[in-house]
């Protein structure tokens, strides 16, 4: 199971700030938050990762609660190509080698003109 | 472009073929992956490997079989497959399994399979 919850879809106007929550209040100290985007019928594409500090790249910025039990992604000016399935992922071990994310539903955003 | 490409984009097929599905990585990487995304359902893994062993197989039916040749290449062998394997599957690579910097996958842009 996803160790994450999101809200199920959101709407957000084009050129405005688009802010996505996420509850990961199990998390554990050395586990990162992950932010990947899926637009329809195309492979996730990865969007930024944290795990204590805020991060900022050129797609988006990364805010992480002082507890760590939630965190948002902030799209600063939301465009039409914004629009896509939002997954945030807490990495998790399995075996030996955990490498893998568990994928939940994410939250759907529609960024409208 | 992610550096992850995938042949055949689009594959139908009945229950009784065989058919293969390929990915092949240009980034260099180490780990590879594969992913089965059905209708309206969050992605699942199926397999990893790391350096072109096999590390984890999350219970996937043995109709499915993969093989990794080098750490470049991935493939998905089918066989006997039901319609409701049909869906999109997605590979990934990675620069590795660990440490925590590596983490981060790129993701080719699937095969849509139809099994009638």
Redesign the interface.
């Known amino acids: 199971d996803?160790k994450t919850t999101q809200p199920t879809s959101m709407d957000c106007a084009e050129g405005r700030a688009a802010n996505l929550p996420c509850n990961h209040s199990t998390i554990s100290g050395?586990e990162?938050v992950?932010w990947?985007r899926q637009i329809h019928?195309?492979?996730?594409?990865?969007i930024i990762?944290g795990l204590k500090n805020n991060e900022t790249n050129e797609m988006a910025s990364l805010i992480i609660t002082e507890d760590r039990k939630s965190s948002t992604l902030i799209l600063p000016h939301a465009t039409l190509r914004d629009t896509a399935v939002y997954y945030c992922i807490v990495?998790v071990a399995?075996?030996?080698?955990?490498?893998?994310?568990?994928?939940?539903?994410?939250t759907r955003l529609s960024v409208l003109p | 472009e992610?550096g992850?490409t995938q042949t055949p984009r689009h594959l139908v097929m009945g229950m009784t073929n065989k058919k293969s599905l390929k990915c092949e990585q240009h980034l260099g990487h180490n780990?590879m992956?594969w992913y089965k995304q059905s209708a309206k359902k969050?992605?699942e893994?199926m397999f990893?490997y790391?350096f072109k062993e096999q590390?984890?197989n999350n219970s996937v039916p043995s109709r499915f079989s993969p093989e990794c040749p080098n750490s470049s290449h991935l493939f998905l062998h089918l066989h006997t497959l039901q319609p409701e394997d049909s869906a999109?599957y997605?590979c990934?690579s990675?620069q590795g399994?660990?440490p925590?910097s590596y983490?981060?996958?790129?993701?080719?842009?699937?095969t849509?399979l139809t099994v009638l």
């Open positions: 996803a050395n990162y992950y990947y019928s195309q492979g996730p594409q990865y990762h990495r399995v075996g030996n080698y955990g490498q893998n994310f568990v994928f939940g539903p994410g | 992610t992850v780990a992956y969050p992605l893994l990893v790391n590390t984890e999109l997605l990934a990675s399994l660990a925590i983490n981060e996958q790129f993701f080719g842009p699937g849509r």
